[in-house]
């Protein structure tokens, strides 16, 4: 059973900088793609960065590019979402998501498992 749970959202001011941490209960971590979603008020669901469990391997959605920065510590079976530059069109509930053993993460993939979500608020 793989469960998730996410730490570290709040309310901040635009500019300023937030990091996101994911744990994982899972079986074998270090071979799961990890994500970050994101669902503003009165939208739908959005990706928002992925990382492989190969080495290297990230993916961002454009909106994010350049700002945001997602990572994982396979040591800690912890996944991070680094969120520099903050604005208020990034406010949203910001769920953490697991996909499939040596499977993959994406815009496209639906991802199996999900965690609670952790509010993120940046005020203008």
């Known amino acids: 059973q793989v469960q998730l749970a996410e730490s570290g959202g709040g309310l901040v001011q635009a500019g300023d900088s937030l990091r996101l941490s994911c744990e994982a209960t899972?079986?074998?971590?270090?071979?799961?793609?990890m994500a970050w979603y994101r669902q503003a008020p009165g939208k739908d669901r959005e990706f928002v960065a992925s990382v492989s469990w190969e080495v290297g391997r990230t993916s961002y959605a454009d909106s994010v590019k350049g700002r945001f920065t997602i990572s994982r510590n396979n040591a800690k079976d912890t996944v991070y979402l680094e969120m520099n530059n903050l604005g208020p069109e990034d406010t949203a509930v910001y769920y953490c998501?697991?996909?499939?053993?040596?499977?993959?993460?994406?815009?496209?993939?639906?991802?199996?498992?999900w965690g609670q979500g952790t509010q993120v608020t940046v005020s203008s």
């Open positions: 899972v079986r074998i971590f270090r071979v799961v793609p």
């Open positions: 998501a697991a996909g499939s053993p040596y499977g993959q993460l994406g815009p496209g993939a639906e991802p199996g498992h």
